[in-house]
């Protein structure tokens, strides 16, 4: 049987994180929880799971993620975020994987994303379900160079689970709003960093933001969702307006 690590981000995650660690450590051989300054419960609750905690300052996800694979004891790894709660049929089939070994360099998993209770059509930056990377070979994989919304890289074969893993996501108004500033915050040192800004970002910084909530509400299918539909474009148009206002502040901007 093909041994698996698996790892976790953590920081204030107590809400999920007892039934994200309860079915990982199903699948996993080596439980590892990276967490960067918890002040709830989280550490008491990856401890009671038997999880290795290591701990790291946070300045943006990929170079977490980065290290949490350096961690890692097995060259399978599998990862989940601390919002994310693994199906029952998504550890049989991973369960499966293992014993027979795995055939592809890495392995996209079907997510659900709830928002509030509710099953959605799309969170910027996805629609939704999406498929993204969850399980992979750590010498045949890197992270892009993006801060926030990072995805794995330089897979020769990839294979595909259909079995879902659920996201919850922006369970109150706080949260929301907490999320939009940092990952606005990310999103306008990669902007600046990539060199993707020029003498028109002011007029981005303004009319992007139209652009983006017309494509959330009505090309990605939020206005399926009502209310809730609205209220996800609006953060979508939130989020782009910030991120170029806040690029603009940078240096070299």
């Not at 990276?34 to 038997?50: M, N, P, W, Y």
């Not at 049929?89 to 991973?94: M, Q």
């Not at 800004?197 to 017309?214: C, E, M, N, R, V």
């Not at 090309?219 to 170029?244: I, P």
Request: net charge neutral; aromatic share 12%.
């Amino acid at each position: 049987m093909t041994p698996l690590s698996i790892y976790i981000l953590t920081y204030n995650s107590e809400r999920y994180l007892d039934k994200v660690l309860a079915a990982a450590k199903r699948a996993a051989d080596d439980l590892l929880v990276v967490d960067s300054g918890s002040k709830d419960s989280t550490l008491e609750i990856a401890a009671r799971h038997c999880a290795r905690i290591v701990h790291r300052p946070f300045d943006n996800f990929r170079a977490q993620r980065v290290f949490a694979n350096s961690q890692c004891l097995h060259e399978a790894v599998m990862f989940f975020d601390s919002d994310e709660i693994a199906s029952d049929a998504l550890i049989d089939e991973i369960m499966a994987l293992k014993e027979s070994g795995f055939s592809h360099d890495a392995y996209v998993v079907r997510r659900d994303w709830v928002v509030r209770g509710k099953f959605v059509h799309a969170v910027m930056p996805v629609g939704c379900p999406d498929y993204p990377v969850r399980i992979y070979q750590r010498d045949k994989t890197d992270f892009t160079e993006h801060r926030v919304h990072e995805t794995t890289l330089g897979h020769d074969s990839v294979g595909r689970i259909e079995s879902p893993l659920v996201h919850h996501t922006f369970e109150n108004q706080s949260e929301l709003a907490r999320k939009l500033d940092l990952y606005t915050d990310l999103a306008a040192a990669d902007l600046v960093n990539r060199g993707k800004w020029d003498g028109l970002l002011w007029l981005k910084q303004w009319f992007s933001p139209i652009g983006a909530f017309g494509k959330w509400y009505f090309l990605r299918g939020n206005w399926r969702d009502g209310r809730l539909g609205l209220t996800l474009a609006l953060y979508a148009s939130a989020y782009t307006h910030r991120k170029y206002r806040k690029a603009r502040l940078l240096p070299n901007s």
